[in-house]
């Protein structure tokens, strides 16, 4: 999932930032994969994920093709978590994003004794990670790091902008809409809380962390 | 028609090549254009001018920039050369199914008093949103583009890669080896594949071996140069990866070519390198990195856990 690798900030800004996720090798050991791709989401669901998804099917936040029109009064801000885990249909990569330290552990953990079989990885803080994946026990097997964005970066966003908007490394998450929200929440017409899930509904793999993003539009405000 | 296949799921029609091109509005004068007049405009992804009330929530949603009201008649309308066929506005936006006329009509009230309705920015009042079907090379945009589309060349969904998060069963990069993975067009800058293909050919020239299970690879007609297919070289797209591999000593090398080549090109380069660690989960790769200057807080950790089919 390079989807998670090149997210824009610093080492502080990833401290609550931690994706868990599962993939089968395709060819290799695909078959069975749902289940235990769903196994893999009912564990995650266990120890409180900030947001989880399915990347063939959709997250946690997800938009509606048929809205009432009082949603622009009165908008739920909720999570299914039984449509992700029940919508796993075919051999894909699920995650759950985590936003301390400790629930990834426990997670991993759970995730050993549960023997899935499937790839595990962990996006986020290297060193952060290592210290997680060894108080479970375990060594890393392999690591991709991000060396960053070279070429024309003069095209792309300011740091606060490219901050939000890389959680979505597909690029759902259009620059304009992070700028447009992160206006609206200083001029109080939207909270973070709200900003972060409309960003979150674009992101449909579900790796998109609202807790640091609720963080991040917060300290826009100071 | 090897590669037309690739993506046939993605076109629900094949359409004969001359018609492909009397559907291009760029090419041909309007009145040739064989489709209703709301919809003239485009090969691609839509807005049905009937249902559109200008209220210009699409337009920020739009990642490439590629919506904007159109002033003459005050509707949103898709610049097709741009639109990278995401999926963003018609799968990320919410819809209403909002009468258009009624919908207007309380936005012209409100105007006289310079009052302006403030919606919901992810909602599309009157589901005016419309994506079209779409033919080669055309579809090849949706392919790169929308993640919730698996590339039929690797069976993997959005870019189409599986690097090192499979690296535990499939062993692709080993102990004293480096896997690459140079992203073009992200973060939501976009790139055509001409700009992929300067890239393709200056690291074929350095002696690269491209990765063979990688959706970018099953589009170059030649392997050995880099080179790509000539009919999807103006195509755009939101981001794409070229994936390779080299001995460990040779990432200064190859590091410097992507980076001489990346400051010539008109967008932006994600760099990745990935490795097999070492029994107590040390790295090799590390300090060459770190001699090359580059500095690494941010990676992905493959915990080890996965097995082949036989428990290997």
Redesign the interface.
Known sequence: ???????????ES?KDDYIV?A?????????GAVEKEQRFLEIARKHNPVNMGD???GALFR???????L??WY?KLTRDFEAVIKGVSCP??VAAVFDNPDAVVAF?RD??AA????????????EK??EC??RAG????????????????D???DRRT?EL??MC?????????V???ME?VKQG?RTPEQAST?LA??C??GVFNTRRACRLFEEELK | MRFRGIYSELSSTHIPKTQILAWSPLLLPRKLCPRPAFLWFHCGMQIDTRKCVACGNC???????AIAIDPGVNRARVNSDECVE?Y?CF????????NPTFVRTIRGFLKLFRLR???????C?T?AIIPDELAWPRVVRRAF?D??V?HES??????G??????????RR?GIGEV?Y?V?F?????GVRFRDIEKMTRALAGIGIEFEP?NPVTHLMSDVKTGKLRDDILNEKI??A?VEFKTRIENVPAV?SK??EV??T?????????????A???A?A??PV?AEEG????????????????S?A
């Open positions: 999932m390079t989807n998670t690798l090149h997210r824009y900030g610093s080492g990833f996720f993939i089968p090798a395709r060819g290799i050991n695909d078959k990347a063939s099917h938009p509606s093709k048929s809205l009432n029109p949603v622009h908008r894909t990569t991993v995730l050993r023997d899935l079989g499937l790839s595990i990885n962990i996006s986020g803080a290297l990670v290592q994946a060894r375990l060594e890393r097997h392999s690591v991709e790091y991000s060396l960053g964005f070279i070429g024309q970066t095209r792309m966003a490219l908007s890389t490394g597909h690029g759902m998450l259009s620059f304009n809409l700028r447009k929200l609206w017409r409309t509904r674009f449909s793999c | 337009i920020s949603v739009c990642p490439m920039g995401c963003t799968r990320g936006m919410s819809m209403e199914r909002l309705f403030d919606p919901e920015p992810d909602v009042p589901s583009s993640p919730l698996t690797t069976g993997v969904h959005g870019r890669t599986e690097e090192v998060k499979t690296n535990d069963v499939t990069v896997g993975v992203e067009g992200r973060p939501t800058v299970k939101l981001s990866i590091l992507v980076d990346a400051k090109l008109p967008t932006v380069v994600a760099l990745g390198v990935s490795t097999r660690c029994e107590d989960g790295s790769l590390e990195l580059f500095s690494f807080v941010r990676g992905k950790t493959n915990l080890g856990l996965g097995r082949g089919a428990g």
